[in-house]
């Protein structure tokens, strides 16, 4: 299982998400960020998100 914490990337948000596999969690992860912090998405925020996974 993977999960990623927003707070992981220096936010002080407590958004958490996780699920089976890294793709489930990078796209919860990347609507997170393009609706909480204005983020584009796209490859970059997706390389950030997955550079922040860690095993749940």
Known sequence: M???EC???GSDCQ???SAENAE???AK???HMATAH???RGEETKAKIRTALTEA
Do not use: C, H, I
């Open 2 to 4: 993977k999960k990623f």
């Open 24 to 26: 489930e969690v990078v």
């Open 29 to 31: 992860a990347e609507e």
């Open 38 to 40: 204005n983020m584009q």
């Open 7 to 9: 707070k992981s990337l």
């Open 15 to 17: 958004f958490s998400a």
